[in-house]
């Protein structure tokens, strides 16, 4: 039982291609089962290679998955086609009397701003509260794990000297947590960022977790039980040619960019990159999506309740 998908939505083709089961709605229908209803909060400006990035690893289960693309109610991208934002994207305030039993938050190429800056963070607000009453388990990611952090723990955001760009080694500080089972004990995970929030400042925060953590980046994956919380730093979720997208298009600008760290071989960008965090991007969506299963109430109604 795959993930469930719009006939028409291009990442269905994309994963279809890939080897992941895809379904249709009437082909859901038919099957007599509870799926796990996750939602993508979608705040990258490039949203149809985000949403085939999420849909990817959450969608490798035989679990049936219902994903829903979810927006911003008033903010209006500039970067995706209206079209694809009409038919494949629900705004929030559609959805706020829904229950989830999973939701994703994804970055957002705002970190220069402070977030009470950012045009829509009000209502970002509105959304962090709403998870607690209609959200089961929640996982915010890099700027939305940073702005969600500082919400629920007034854990502060710093700029770094220079941005965290490439593919850094990060320990598992925590292989019996849930999250990480099957995690190797040092793993390679994508990093682009300019913003870090501190291991000390985080430790100073009671009830968060570091379960991830690099000695040149610092922490990677925080665990906030008390919120059904994980906050996610950095990419898992990125394909092989992500970080030279990235690359290439700051080149083209003529942008200050240094070459992304441990990520080309032998750091020539005239050479293809090596995807050695593809496995743990699925180890860790995987051990979510199983969490999830396995704690969310049979009963969505519940959800929030219990």
Known sequence: MPIKLPATLPARDVLTREGVMVMSDSSAARQDIRPLRIGLLNLMPKKAETETQFARVIGATPLQIDLTLLRMSAHESRNTPAQHLEAFYQRFRDVALQKFDGLIITGAPIEHLAFDEVTYYDELLQIFAWTQTHVHHTMAVCWGGMAMMNHFHGVRKDMLAKKAFG????????????????????????????????????????????????????????DDPAHRTLYMFNHLEYDSATLKGEYDRDVAAGGSIEVPVNYYPDDDPTRAPENRWRSHGHLLYGNLRNHIYLTSPFDRVLIGAV
């Open 167 to 222: 593919c850094f080694r990060h320990r598992n500080l925590a292989p019996s947590s849930p999250y990480l089972r099957g995690f190797s004990d040092d793993l390679v995970v994508p990093v682009s960022r300019w913003t870090e929030m501190r291991a000390t400042d985080i430790a100073a925060a009671p009830g968060l977790e570091v379960l991830m953590q690099s000695p040149e980046v610092g922490p990677c994956l925080v």
